[in-house]
């Protein structure tokens, strides 16, 4: 069973930056498609970026031009650079394969707060 460990959350200002990191243990990683997806508090879990096996990339539109996502297949990792970051993006941070049928996470909590 795949098992998925987020990083690097934490309290910024706004304005900020943080990169998170994923790693999974599934094995040949490097054919999934991945995404990043956050939940803030009282509200459903979304998708805020993805990346194929090509790392062809996407983005939502709320995180559109200040995130990044990025992968090293070799360390089967998949990161997130956020910048600019806005009071707005306060959220529990999961990775997961793009159709998120693995077991997610313990997630990592990013607060945006002056």
């Known amino acids: 069973q795949v098992q998925l460990v987020e990083s690097g959350g934490g309290l910024v200002q706004p304005g900020g930056s943080l990169r998170l990191s994923c790693s999974a243990s599934a094995n040949i990683f490097s054919i999934y498609n991945m995404a990043w997806y956050r939940q803030a508090p009282g509200k459903q879990r979304e998708m805020v970026a993805s990346?194929?096996?090509?790392?062809?990339?996407d983005y939502s539109d709320s995180v559109k031009g200040r995130f990044t996502i990025s992968r090293d297949n070799a360390k089967k990792t998949v990161y997130l650079q956020m910048n600019s970051l806005k009071p707005e993006d306060t959220a529990v941070y999961y990775c997961n394969e793009v159709r998120a049928n693995w077991p997610w996470g313990q997630g990592t909590q990013v607060t945006v707060s002056s």
């Open positions: 990346i194929t096996m090509r790392r062809i990339t």
